[in-house]
């Protein structure tokens, strides 16, 4: 069984235009199948990620999951994250991360932003529901 988490991460270019997030964003597309082909080659990985076109972001939804960091596919999932956020000695410039993790305790809840024209798409709401 084990301890679950839902999870949202998205990428998306630095940028304040959609005119200059174009060009990142098919660079984005190309990092993703050259530099990190062994993230999303991982047919887990690949079935939570969705190119969103129309707004240059790539988003990853991940639905009751043992995120782990001794697991080593979320080693390489934060390495690269870790990558496009500038959090790391080999890190790629013009790139904005999300990120946000829901555990199973009510106050386990982690939040990531990076860049300097994050949007802050990702947010966290409670809500109370009644099924009398």
Known sequence: MGYRSDLVVLIYPDTETAADAAPKY????????????????????????????????????????????????????????????????????GYCTEFIRIGEESNDIELRNSGDNCECHLQVRSEIDCNV
């Open 26 to 93: 098919e660079q984005l597309k190309v990092l993703l199948a050259t530099t990190f082909k062994d993230v999303v080659a991982d047919k887990y990985f690949e079935s939570c990620m969705t190119w969103i076109d129309e707004s240059h972001v790539l988003k990853f939804k991940f639905d009751d999951v043992k995120w782990y960091p001794s697991f080593s596919d979320v080693q390489r999932f934060e390495k690269m994250l870790a990558v496009f956020s500038g959090d790391d000695a080999d890190g790629i410039e």
